[in-house]
């Protein structure tokens, strides 16, 4: 539920569908991901805090019992320490229920807050943040243009775990296309080794109709893996996943973009995953290749 007017689209994680949406900025800064078209359509800006009141004030007045609160648009956490304090203090004023405020953060964001901005915002009820990293390669990030190379990007999701907040990171199988898929899977597990995200998805690759990966694609120059492969390319990220026995990382490859749908928690289910990876990709083999992409209208 949010209570925002302004035109544009409005994305949250599935995690946040009883949520109020607070509108705090339109569209993402950065804005620049070549498989992403989500805020393409829109021009960025923070919201003003009389508007940011105005739509917190609208939720008070329908009485909504709000225990949990998503700040959008595509990363809040680009905005100032001290507006998301005082956010972050309006909100907890205005919901005595209130239990968990999170947002998403694109990797630039979180470093331009240091630890103490961090702890901060932990401590005034900044409790959980969702981050692409999407790869933990070098070469693929910087041709995605995410905007940092694999350090940074290691080193933002770091940064977000000491801090104490909680880390929903999410990865992306087949982005690195049928040439890059080998180095994507190994490098992405080594950076989820360092981070140890509380949670980690593995979305499948999307080619959104506007972004720049599918005009790649359509002129012959990207391989988009087949379901096989990309459950290949899983199996690969989850072999190199080695966490440490006492860690408890939710893994999801349950969006609605996966072939196959897989849950359990790292490091306990590694094998239980990977053999059931394994049994989908015997099912996938047995299945004609059907580009998704042809004559598709809705990417
Ligand atoms: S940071 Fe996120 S929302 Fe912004 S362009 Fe990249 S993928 Fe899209």
Same mark, same amino acid.
């Given at each position: 539920?949010?209570?925002?007017?302004?035109?544009?689209?409005?994305?949250?994680?599935?995690?946040?569908?009883?949520?109020?949406?607070?509108?705090?900025?339109?569209?993402?800064?950065?804005?620049?991901?070549?498989?992403?078209?989500?805020?393409?359509?829109?021009?960025?800006? &923070?919201?003003?805090?009389?508007?940011?009141? =105005? $739509?917190?004030?609208?939720?008070?007045?329908?009485?909504?019992?709000?225990?949990? &609160?998503?700040?959008?648009?595509?990363?809040?956490?680009?905005?100032?320490?001290?507006?998301?304090?005082?956010?972050? #203090?309006?909100?907890?004023?205005?919901? @005595?229920?209130?239990?968990?405020?999170?947002?998403? =953060?694109? @990797?630039?964001?979180?470093?331009?807050?240091?630890?103490?901005?961090?702890?901060?915002?932990?401590?005034?009820?900044?409790?959980?943040?969702?981050?692409?990293?999407?790869?933990?390669?070098?070469?693929?990030? /910087?041709?995605?243009?995410?905007?940092?190379?694999?350090?940074?990007?290691?080193?933002?999701?770091?940064?977000?775990?000491?801090?104490?907040? /909680?880390?929903?990171?999410?990865?992306?199988?087949?982005?690195?296309?049928?040439?890059?898929?080998?180095?994507?899977?190994?490098?992405?597990? +080594?950076?989820?080794?360092?981070?140890?995200?509380?949670?980690?998805?593995?979305?499948?690759?999307?080619?959104?109709?506007?972004? +720049?990966?599918? +005009?790649?694609? +359509?002129?012959? $120059?990207?391989?988009?893996?087949?379901?096989?492969?990309?459950?290949?390319?899983? #199996?690969?990220?989850?072999?190199?996943?080695?966490?440490?026995?006492?860690?408890?990382?939710?893994?999801?490859?349950?969006?609605?973009?996966?072939?196959?749908?897989?849950?359990?928690?790292?490091?306990?289910?590694?094998?239980?995953?990977?053999? $059931?990876?394994? =049994?989908?990709?015997?099912?996938? &083999?047995?299945?004609?290749?059907?580009? @998704?992409?042809?004559?598709?209208?809705?990417?």
């Amino acid at each position: 539920m949010y209570f925002d007017d302004e035109p544009g689209p409005v994305f949250r994680p599935p995690s946040e569908a009883d949520s109020f949406i607070l509108r705090v900025t339109v569209g993402c800064s950065h804005n620049a991901c070549t498989y992403c078209n989500m805020y393409r359509t829109v021009k960025f800006h &923070v919201k003003t805090p009389d508007d940011v009141s =105005a $739509q917190i004030q609208a939720a008070v007045a329908a009485g909504l019992p709000v225990k949990r &609160v998503f700040l959008a648009d595509g990363d809040a956490l680009v905005l100032s320490v001290e507006r998301l304090l005082s956010i972050l #203090s309006e909100l907890y004023a205005a919901f @005595p229920k209130l239990q968990r405020v999170a947002a998403y =953060a694109g @990797p630039r964001a979180i470093l331009g807050k240091d630890r103490r901005d961090l702890l901060a915002l932990r401590e005034k009820g900044l409790k959980l943040l969702y981050y692409g990293l999407e790869t933990g390669d070098d070469r693929l990030l /910087k041709e995605i243009n995410k905007g940092v190379d694999a350090r940074e990007a290691v080193e933002a999701g770091c940064r977000v775990r000491a801090a104490g907040i /909680k880390l929903s990171m999410m990865i992306i199988i087949g982005l690195g296309g049928v040439g890059g898929s080998a180095e994507h899977a190994r490098h992405t597990a +080594e950076a989820v080794n360092i981070i140890k995200p509380d949670m980690l998805s593995a979305l499948t690759l999307m080619l959104y109709r506007g972004s +720049e990966l599918k +005009e790649k694609y +359509e002129r012959g $120059q990207f391989n988009i893996l087949t379901p096989p492969q990309l459950m290949d390319e899983l #199996s690969a990220v989850l072999r190199g996943i080695n966490l440490p026995p006492d860690a408890r990382t939710l893994f999801r490859s349950n969006h609605i973009s996966n072939y196959v749908s897989l849950a359990g928690t790292l490091p306990k289910d590694k094998e239980k995953l990977l053999r $059931q990876a394994e =049994a989908a990709h015997a099912e996938l &083999v047995k299945m004609p290749f059907y580009d @998704p992409y042809n004559n598709a209208e809705y990417f």
